[in-house]
Nanobody, 117 residues
């Protein structure tokens, strides 16, 4: 069974930083892409970042330069480093996995990130 478990969310002030972690199990980590999707109240989900099985990374333009995705394959872990956070970054952040960054079928339970102004 594929499992993705996020941690690291919380409340932070504008300009602060958080690191989200995603622990994965139930699949061959080296064969999968892992990404982060967020959803703010009343808004559509938006893809934030993704790292492929070969280590290529993609980051949404609106957060590029502030957010970084990385992985430690031997630990089956993916991280989302978020710096210079803004109130508009407030959302539930989901770790998602799949064969490619365009087919992310497995979802974690989400972790809340709240940025206060």
């Amino acid at each position: 069974e594929v499992q993705l478990v996020e941690s690291g969310g919380g409340l932070v002030q504008t300009g602060g930083s958080l690191r989200l972690s995603c622990a994965s199990s139930g699949f061959t980590f080296d064969d999968y892409a892992i990404g982060w999707i967020r959803q703010a109240p009343g808004q559509e989900r938006e893809g934030i970042a993704c790292i492929t099985s070969s280590g290529m990374t993609y980051v949404r333009d609106s957060v590029k330069g502030r957010f970084t995705i990385s992985s430690v394959n031997v630990k089956n872990m993916v991280y989302l480093e978020m710096n210079n956070l803004k109130p508009e970054d407030t959302a539930v952040y989901y770790c998602v996995g799949g064969r490619t960054c365009l087919s992310l079928d497995y979802w974690g339970q989400g972790t809340q990130v709240t940025v206060s102004s």
